[in-house]
C-alpha cells in the first residue's frame, strides 16, 4: 500500500462525525490522503447576546405575524448554529421554544446548512441558502427571497443576524444599502452570540504534527479562516520574523508542504498580509471542494 499523504485541517473536528474526514479517510481515484485535525480557535458563548436571543424566543418576537420583531433568521457560521441550538435545548417538553417553521431561516453553505438541519426543531426549520456559499451571493440571493416571502409587505419585516465577534460586514451592507429601492430594502440586525480567539498550543501542536511528518514526501495544509495564519505560516518556517510576511528566501521548488485555503476570503487574506499566493482555493467551500482542488492541482503539476 502506498504511503498516505497527511492532509493537516485547521479546524476543530465536528461531533458526532465530520464530513471532511470521511472526505479525506478513503482512497479515490488514486488519491490517499490522511488527515489530521488542528484546532486553530476556541468559541465562547456571549451571555448577553444569547439572553437577547432567548427573550425574542421567549416573547414570541421571531415569525410571520405583523407585530413581530423579526421575520426571519441568518446564520453564516456553525457556532452561531451551535449558540441557538444551545437556547433550544435549555427546555424540554410542553415548555419548548415556540415553533420557527413559518420563517426563512437563511445559511450560507453547506457545512451551516448541516448543522441548522440537525437542531432539534419540530417541525424543522425551513433552510434555504446553501447553495450560495459566502456572504456576497447569499445577500441577494436573500434580497429576492425574502421578499418573496413578505411580498403582502411593502416595508419587509428586519431580519436577525446571529454573529460571532469577528464577521464580515457583506450581509448588513447588501441589505441595507441606501441605493435598494423600499419594497427591497431589508433592515438586518446583529446579535453577537460567540466570541472567538486563536488557541494559545496550535502553533506549538502544528509544529509537532510537522516534525512527525517530516519524512513524507508531500503534505497538505487545508486553511479555514483567516485566524491563525500568522502561526501555521510561522511553524512551516515561511515566515521573516522582521517583515511578518513570507520571506523572499522562501522557495516553491523547494518545498512539500502545500496550502489550500476554504475560499477567497483566506486566500486573500494570506495575499494581502502575508505575499503568499495558496497553490488551491476552493471553488466550494466543502470537502467536495477542497478534495477537488488538491486532486486537480496534483494531477495538473504531473502534466
Same mark, same amino acid.
Given at each position: =500500500?502506498?504511503?498516505?499523504? $497527511? ?8 461531533? $458526532? ?129 425574502? &421578499? ?15 454573529? %460571532? ?10 441589505? =441595507? ?19 472567538? %480567539?486563536? =488557541? ?25 479562516? $483567516? ?9 512551516? &518556517? ?5 517583515? %511578518? ?18 475560499? $477567497? ?39
Amino acid at each position: =500500500m502506498s504511503q498516505k499523504t $497527511p492532509v493537516f485541517l485547521l479546524k476543530t473536528k465536528s461531533t $458526532p462525525g465530520d464530513s471532511y474526514q470521511e472526505q479525506f479517510s478513503s482512497e479515490t481515484d488514486g488519491f490517499n490522503f490522511e488527515p489530521f485535525f488542528v484546532p486553530v480557535l476556541e468559541h465562547r458563548f456571549k451571555d448577553e447576546g444569547l439572553a437577547t436571543v432567548r427573550n425574542l424566543l421567549k416573547t414570541k418576537a421571531i415569525g410571520t405575524g405583523s407585530d413581530c420583531a423579526y421575520g426571519g433568521i441568518v446564520f453564516t457560521s456553525q457556532r452561531a448554529v451551535e449558540a441557538f441550538t444551545h437556547l433550544v435545548q435549555e427546555v424540554t417538553g410542553d415548555d419548548r421554544w415556540p415553533h420557527l417553521q413559518d420563517i426563512p431561516v437563511y445559511s450560507v453553505g453547506p457545512a451551516t446548512t448541516r448543522t441548522l438541519k440537525a437542531v432539534p426543531q419540530q417541525p424543522p426549520l425551513q433552510v434555504f441558502g446553501e447553495h450560495t456559499g459566502n456572504g456576497e451571493t447569499l445577500a441577494p440571493y436573500i434580497i429576492e427571497h425574502y &421578499g418573496e416571502w413578505y411580498k403582502d409587505r411593502s416595508t419587509k419585516p428586519p431580519l436577525l443576524f446571529l454573529v %460571532g465577534e469577528q464577521r464580515r460586514d457583506i450581509i448588513p451592507r447588501k441589505l =441595507m444599502d441606501p441605493a435598494l429601492p423600499s419594497d427591497k430594502f431589508i433592515r438586518i440586525d446583529e446579535v453577537v452570540v460567540y466570541g472567538t %480567539g486563536v =488557541m494559545e498550543s496550535f502553533q506549538e501542536d502544528f509544529t509537532k504534527l510537522l516534525k512527525e511528518t517530516e519524512d513524507h514526501p508531500a503534505r497538505w495544509v487545508v486553511v479555514f479562516s $483567516p485566524s491563525g495564519c500568522d502561526g501555521m505560516l510561522s511553524a512551516l &518556517g515561511w515566515l521573516n520574523e522582521s517583515s %511578518g510576511r513570507v520571506g523572499d528566501d522562501f522557495r516553491q521548488e523547494d518545498r512539500k508542504t502545500y496550502i489550500a485555503t476554504i475560499g $477567497p476570503t483566506t486566500r486573500l487574506h494570506l495575499v494581502k498580509n502575508f505575499g503568499y499566493e495558496p497553490d488551491v482555493c476552493a471553488e466550494q467551500p466543502s470537502p467536495e471542494g477542497v478534495w477537488e482542488g488538491i486532486s486537480r492541482f496534483w494531477n495538473e503539476s504531473k502534466k
